[in-house]
């Protein structure tokens, strides 16, 4: 019975070991990352390792929680959002 339980904990060990080899990669592993990318300009800058590369290696840039607002009331006061709604969101 020992050993029974002995086996299947070691299969279960080894199952879920190999599904966490990939989370941290080898340094070499980093520096071919870049040149693998499709759609990736050689012009672009080198981001930190692990962060999101946009498509076409253009960097995005944040808005602002006012220039947010001025968007949303732009689009209230333009009639978007009421067309929106009547149209994509009536359900």
Known sequence: MKS???AIAF????ATASAFAQ???????QNAAPALQVAANSTAAVNAA???????????VGKTRAQ??????????????????STIYAH
């Not at 299969?11 to 080894?14: E, K, M, Q, R, W």
């Not at 989370?23 to 592993?29: L, N």
């Open 4 to 6: 029974l339980t002995l």
């Open 11 to 14: 299969i279960g060990v080894t």
């Open 23 to 29: 989370s941290t990669p080898a340094p070499s592993q």
């Open 50 to 60: 692990g962060s999101w590369v946009p498509p076409y290696g253009q960097p995005t």
């Open 68 to 85: 947010v607002y001025r968007e949303l009331v732009h689009a209230e006061q333009d009639g978007q959002l009421a067309y929106l709604n």
